[in-house]
């Protein structure tokens, strides 16, 4: 798997962190217990069995990991039959990383504008872009490395970045869930970079982890 793939695989654009489920105050855990509840992956979604990183197919622009080459052969001939499954699992895994740049022109992507492949889904600033893309995507595979941003979450409400919505910050750019999140930011940016920081170096962590899987 390539080093481009793989970073590809990790974001798979806009793919939105699953929500955490109600709990009932009952069934409150215990700081400890929580966090090793949020690192639980799903199964694969053929059978009831941890599944491998280097076994996955692209459903709807994100991939779908398996636990063996045969469930992913079973999904790859009727997909439609297990998509509701394939949608939970890959709702359930949080990307590493998010696509906010265009590869063509370094431009903010537009959510409308993409094209799938073997890469997953990946996005564009415009239809010429895109056209490029489609015609010759070899050539933008160096671009398309730098196109990503290991921040995933905006630093204030914990939600999926917007990739048209930031701000810069010295020498960086920094994403929120919507334009509400950036003046609060910008009243205690360096309590903000901290946690930024810290989901960086975790994300990168996990793309090498993946990556190794």
Request: proline letters at 8%; one cysteine or more.
């Amino acid at each position: 798997m390539t080093r481009t793939l793989t970073i590809a695989l990790g974001i798979m654009l806009l793919a939105a962190a699953g929500a955490a489920p109600l709990q009932d105050k009952r069934e409150m855990a215990k700081p400890e217990a929580k966090a090793e509840a949020k690192a639980e992956l799903p199964t694969c979604p053929m059978l009831d069995k941890p599944f491998k990183w280097s076994v996955y197919s692209i459903y709807d622009g994100k991939p779908v990991y398996f636990c063996c080459k045969r469930c992913k052969g079973k999904f790859d001939g009727d997909p439609e039959t297990y998509a509701d499954k394939a949608k939970a699992q890959q709702k359930a895994i949080p990307p590493v990383a998010v696509q906010v740049t265009c590869p063509g022109t370094g431009k903010p992507v537009n959510p409308k504008m993409h094209s799938d492949g073997d890469h997953g889904r990946v996005y564009f600033c415009c239809e010429k872009c895109k056209a490029a893309w489609d015609a010759d995507s070899a050539k933008f595979q160096e671009k398309l490395e730098s196109c990503y941003t290991y921040q995933t979450t905006c630093p204030l409400m914990g939600d999926p970045i917007d990739p048209t919505v930031s701000t810069r910050h010295g020498d960086r750019t920094v994403y929120f869930c919507c334009k509400m999140c950036i003046p609060k930011f910008e009243k205690d940016a360096d309590k903000y970079l901290e946690k930024i920081d810290k989901e960086i170096e975790a994300n990168k962590a996990e793309s090498k982890k993946r990556h190794e899987g």
